[in-house]
Structures are given as C-alpha cells and as structure tokens.
C-alpha cells in the first residue's frame, strides 16, 4: 500500500477533525514534569531572589594573545567587569609583555 502526499493545511484539517483539547487540572509541581500550562505562571517573589549570572569566564582580543606561548605567556590586563544586571562600560587596553 502507497500513501499519497497531500498539502499541510489538509493533514491539520484531518488531524483536528479528530482530536479535542483535555480539560485542564490542578497537579502538584512534583506531578507536572512533561504537562503543558494550561495558563501563564507568575510569582510574586523575584526569582532568583538575587542578581545571577548564567556563565562566568573571560573576553580576551585575539590580537592580545596571538604570540603567546608557554615560554612566552601573553600577560593581559583587566580593563572592566561585567556583573549579572551591570555590563561592562566599553574600553580595552593592550596586553603587556614581560
């Protein structure tokens, strides 16, 4: 038996002719892994409670780093910090040699 393709629109109309939406129901948050939100989900607490941030590391420019080796490290200069809700104010400096 070989199945014909037919147009999306026509497989939507043949699938929602014959499925119907669930009625919703309250679940304990421990019983809601893999459900959907019936409706939007607010808190009136902050979350997190405190300024957060989602990775910790380093920007470098390549020029800055290019000749280094392991004999000859590149020895960069921190020229500003970015915290979770503070970003960093525009500016670099030069890596210094030693």
């Given at each position: 038996?070989?199945?014909?393709?037919?147009?999306?629109?026509?497989?939507?109309?043949?699938?929602?002719?014959?499925?119907?939406?669930?009625?919703?129901?309250?679940?304990?948050?421990?019983?809601?892994?893999g459900?959907?939100?019936?409706?939007?989900?607010?808190?009136?607490?902050?979350?997190?409670?405190?300024?957060?941030?989602?990775?910790?590391?380093?920007?470098?420019?390549?020029?800055?780093?290019?000749?280094?080796t392991?004999?000859?490290?590149?020895?960069?200069?921190?020229?500003?910090?970015?915290?979770?809700?503070?970003?960093?104010?525009?500016?670099?400096?030069?890596?210094?040699?030693?």
């Open positions: 038996m070989t199945a014909e393709l037919i147009e999306i629109e026509e497989a939507r109309r043949l699938v929602l002719e014959r499925v119907a939406p669930v009625e919703a129901e309250p679940v304990a948050l421990g019983a809601a892994l459900r959907v939100l019936a409706e939007p989900v607010s808190s009136v607490d902050a979350v997190p409670g405190f300024d957060n941030s989602a990775m910790d590391g380093y920007a470098v420019r390549a020029v800055d780093t290019a000749a280094a392991s004999d000859r490290p590149a020895h960069l200069i921190v020229v500003d910090e970015s915290r979770a809700g503070h970003p960093a104010r525009l500016g670099s400096a030069p890596a210094r040699r030693s």
